[in-house]
Structure formats: C-alpha cells, structure tokens
C-alpha cells in the first residue's frame, strides 16, 4: 500500500482505518460497522479539537509560570502587578505585558502586549513564561 507521508495528517489517518477496515472485513461485518462507528467518533472529536484549538478564544486566565511552577494563575481582568524576582508582569485592562526583566536580550520586554488566549511571553534566560488561557468568559478579545 502507497501512504502517503507528506500532507494532512486526517489524509494519513484516513489510509491507516483503510488499512484497519481491511482487516475488519476478513473478521466479521458487525465488526466493521462498530470499528467505522468508534473511527467516526474519534474523527468528529479530532476534527472538533483541533477547529477549536485554532480559534482564538476569549481570554480568560493569564498563567505565569518559572521553572514550569506556577506563580501566578489569576483572571486577566484581576489588575495586578506579578514580581517573580527577575520579571515584573503587568496584567492591566485585559492586558498582559512584561514590564521589567534583568534579563540580557530583553525579548520578552520587546514582545509588547498581549491580550488574545494562546498568546504567550517568554523570557528564555530567567525560564519566566506568561500565558493567556481561553475560556468561557465573555467575547472581549474577539471584538479586538
Ligand atoms: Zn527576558
């Protein structure tokens, strides 16, 4: 069987239930309806995932994080002002920007504002990482 290695990932999944369905058939008919009924499952709950993965959704929850602990988890609408020691987060009017860093290169200062969920500030030589999360508040950030 030719599979096809570059392009849609749903393409080479579609080639492998083939495969499977091929399988399925030499067992039994019930079989290849139950197999087709949970692939379909998956497919609708795949497709589903990754459409609203993509979307970008209402900001909802900034997340600051060093180390990959948690410093910070809070509303984005709860102003405040976050010091993780070498990094001064500013959350403000549903916004997010890094104020202050020591760091050298002085990127995640240069980043600017954030506001949209999925978006993401990182200051890579203090492992200092500010994340907006979507979820299901109010539309404001769509209207940006
Ligand atoms: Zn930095």
């Given at each position: 069987m030719h599979l096809k290695t570059s392009g849609d990932p749903v393409l080479i999944l579609f080639f492998l239930i083939k495969a499977v369905m091929n399988i399925f058939h030499e067992i039994r008919k019930s079989d290849i309806i139950l197999a087709s009924a949970l692939i379909l499952g998956c497919i609708i709950s795949l497709a589903y995932f990754s459409v609203s993965s993509r979307e970008l959704s209402p900001a909802s929850t900034v997340v600051i994080t060093k180390d990959g602990k948690i410093l910070e988890n809070c509303s984005?609408?709860?102003?405040k002002t976050v010091d993780t020691g070498s990094n001064t987060i500013v959350i403000k009017g549903g916004e997010v920007y890094?104020?202050?860093?020591?760091?050298?290169?002085?990127i995640c200062v240069r980043e600017g504002k954030i506001s949209h969920a999925g978006q993401s500030i990182v200051c890579m030589p203090n492992r200092v990482v500010v994340e907006i999360k979507g979820g299901d508040e109010a539309y404001d950030a769509i209207t940006r």
């Open positions: 984005i609408h709860d102003d890094m104020e202050h860093a020591d760091c050298k290169n002085q």
